[in-house]
């Protein structure tokens, strides 16, 4: 198995949160398929993609459970933080309103998720620069204010979408490499890859090669 | 299916009967969730062993449990009064960890078996462990009604805080895996499972997780329990849904859609890449308008159903393959009206006594037409013209049965007579040389070469006489 759809170390879980209508389960479309779903209907309670990316030579599994943003479904879409390891937290650049509420989605984050959660902060619909309610600037702050990584995309053309889902991916191998990040905690939202039975991933301790039993 | 978490309050657990196998006495526990209930027998040392482990690890007070007793332990008093021991033990056990609900526990009461949380949470450790390979080497997968209810419904409820802790039982990896099938299995079942109420094909399931299936085979399972068919419009190539009492295509290609009114269908609904339809052994009387949602429908196989007729399908331009055997076809007019550029048709165990319909199907290679009520050699007059035509069949009409049936219907096909696989047989030398014979006595008889540009009626009402 040197390639393929089953060759990774790592399993990364995400959720992407946020407002209604500012293209949250579109972003994950992008990225998941690199299509923009111009008619996306509303997402009912949670929705799931996969991909695999690599990150310095890793390949990384990335779950990422997208979550209805309408109010109702907020009991359902709370219990999906729980164990993430990367929290996409998105607005709608054209409408002032998504970006009013992000300190109450930061709240739910920090208070859901554990500190060594990734949380990164997208300002979606880049491409509607015309129509634009929040400068940059402006959301910049916030997010440095706030710790959190920011960049502004755009689901539709496709816009560091990318870079998005990556930087994340990025922080947490990062935080694992640092020993930030205990992967055998019970809700860090990292997995090893299951090892494939009769061909353990981790390697026999080399110990074993030294002894004379 | 229960959903404990859900019904926390509503559930008991009780010891109501004892049985004796082997010289062995097993208690049979009661669990009910709702109104969901099934039963486990366990013996007095299954218990034991389940104490041990809740002791130690669960905070359960030693001293709950009935004590062992060695000699005199199978008087039916004894059992009795045991019985109703195990009973408050289980009781009084259930109530303290009804919160928790460890897993040890949990399996003791088969809930692993028959409830909604507990059974995702052993599937989920299932797929993380095997998914990866069962997807690369599994031809198909197969997923019980039960375990695609389960799934279906926790999408809707929040995490039960009996979840493990484990990121092992996660219910990720059970998306992951459906995320990713692309052929899929679901059989279903009137049958009450196992010692529970729980009847399989009453259980309702969507097929949303399921982003890139190709292939879909349904088998008894009744529309009903399908809500939604989530992106399969999109992906799904090959589809089978058979024994299910389907009675018209549109209980499944129009399930989750409330109107079924063909002028309220917009495109959406079109079965994009569908081009293998199989409804083998249903109900189905007609072939119906929901049909022209398949626009790619290339093999569609309608075997064992109540076909009489065949409607207008001429707009599957892709359509080549058509298994309509074990209906009840007898009359089979015009249809190179009905049916265009097809293949192949199999109408094998009809009803069917005439071929005139088929004469015009020029693409048409193989006919299957066995086990029909075709009595007239000069029927194969309507057919011997199509050009293409290789493979026929005509066993078990009675036809099959008159003198020389074989020579006399290759004779028909005059030079074409070496190229026909007449049942599965190519003409020997023997009887082309006869049916030459015959083909010269025919000319000689209606003075005229060759037969097949003769009308053929004066033949046809001699024989009806």
Redesign the interface.
């Known amino acids: 198995m040197t390639s ?3 060759n990774y170390s790592y ?1 990364f ?1 995400y959720i992407i949160i946020g407002d209604m209508g500012v293209g949250k389960s579109c972003l994950l479309h992008q990225f998941t398929d690199k299509k923009f779903m111009a008619d996306c209907p509303h997402t009912i ?2 929705e ?3 991909r695999i990316i690599e990150v310095a030579g890793q390949k990384i ?1 990335l ?1 990422i ?1 997208d979550t209805a943003g309408q109010e109702r479904f907020r ?2 879409t ?3 933080y ?2 993430a390891a990367g929290a996409l937290m998105v607005y709608d650049i054209t409408r002032r309103s998504t970006y009013n509420h992000l300190s109450s989605w930061l709240t739910d984050t920090r208070n859901l998720t554990n500190p060594s959660t990734v949380i990164f902060l997208i300002g979606n619909k880049s491409d509607l620069d015309g129509q634009r309610d929040v400068t940059y600037e402006e959301a910049k702050q916030f997010a440095d204010e706030n710790g959190l990584m920011f960049v502004e995309a755009s689901a539709k053309t496709g816009q560091n979408v990318e870079e998005a889902f990556l930087e994340t991916a990025k922080k947490i191998y990062q935080s694992i490499q640092d020993g930030r990040l205990d992967l055998n905690a ?4 990292v ?1 090893h ?2 090892a ?2 009769g061909r353990p991933l981790a390697a026999p301790p080399a110990a074993r090669d030294n002894c004379a039993c | 299916m229960s959903s404990f978490v859900n019904h926390r309050e509503d559930s008991t657990v009780t010891v109501e009967e004892t049985s004796t196998k082997d010289n062995v006495t097993y208690y049979k526990i009661t669990v009910k969730v709702g109104s969901v209930r099934w039963t486990v027998l366990h013996r007095y040392n299954d218990f034991v062993e389940l104490h041990e482990k809740l002791v130690s690890d669960h905070g359960v007070a030693k001293e709950l449990l009935p004590p062992k007793k060695v000699i005199r332990n199978k008087t039916p008093k004894f059992v009795e009064q045991r019985r109703e021991a195990l009973s408050e033990y289980l009781k009084n056990v259930f109530n303290y960890l009804k919160l928790t609900m460890p897993s040890e526990f949990a399996h003791f009461l088969d809930f692993h078996l028959y409830d909604i949380f507990f059974l995702l949470q052993d599937l989920a450790k299932t797929l ?2 095997e998914g ?2 069962l ?2 080497c599994e031809k198909s997968h197969n997923f019980t009604p039960l375990e695609l209810h389960a799934i279906s419904e926790r ?5 039960p805080m009996t979840e493990k ?4 039982y ?1 219910f ?2 059970i ?2 895996f459906c ?2 099938l692309r052929a899929l299995n679901i059989e279903g079942s009137y049958e009450k499972l196992g010692t529970s109420n729980i009847v399989p094909n009453d259980l309702r399931f969507d097929l949303i ?1 399921f ?1 890139s299936l190709l292939d879909l085979k349904i088998l008894g399972v009744p529309m009903a329990c399908i809500q939604s068919v989530g992106g399969l419009r999109d992906t799904l190539v090959s589809l089978s849904v058979s024994t299910a009492s389907v009675v018209s295509l549109n209980e499944f290609l129009l399930v989750d859609i409330l109107h079924k009114d063909p002028s309220s269908i917009a495109d959406t609904v079109k079965w994009k890449k569908l081009s293998v339809i199989n409804f083998a052994s249903n109900n189905i009387d007609n072939v119906d308008w929901a049909i022209k949602l398949v626009p790619r429908l290339q093999h569609l196989s309608l075997s064992s159903n109540k076909l009489k007729e065949l409607c207008d399908i001429s707009c599957l331009h892709d359509l080549r393959v058509l298994n309509l055997s074990m209906n009840s076809f007898s009359v089979c007019e015009n249809w190179h009206a009905k049916i265009g550029n097809i293949v192949r048709i199999d109408l094998s165990q009809n009803r069917v006594e005439s071929l005139q319909g088929f004469s015009r199907l020029y693409s048409l290679e193989s006919l299957d037409l066995s086990c029909n009520v075709i009595t007239d050699v000069e029927e194969v007059q309507h057919i011997c013209k199509l050009p293409c035509l290789e493979y026929l069949w005509l066993t078990a009409n009675p036809v099959a049965s008159s003198i020389d049936y074989r020579v006399k219907v290759l004779e028909q096909f005059n030079a074409r007579m070496t190229e026909l696989c007449l049942d599965n047989e190519k003409a020997s030398e023997k009887e082309l040389d006869t049916a030459r014979v015959l083909q010269a006595l025919r000319v000689v008889k209606e003075g005229k070469t060759p037969s097949f540009l003769q009308n053929n009626n004066t033949s046809h009402s001699f024989n009806k006489s």
Not at chain 1, 186 to 189: F, H, K, L, V
Not at chain 2, 165 to 168: A, F, G, K, V
């Open positions: 393929g759809p089953y399993i879980k309670g949670v799931f993609g996969t599994k779950q459970w009991a359902v709370r219990s999906y729980r164990g019970a809700e860090s939202g997995q890859k299951p494939s039975p | 993380f462990l990866d390979k997807l690369e999408l809707k409820i929040a995490c802790q484990d990121q092992m996660d990720s990896h998306l992951d995320s990713q997780p982003k």
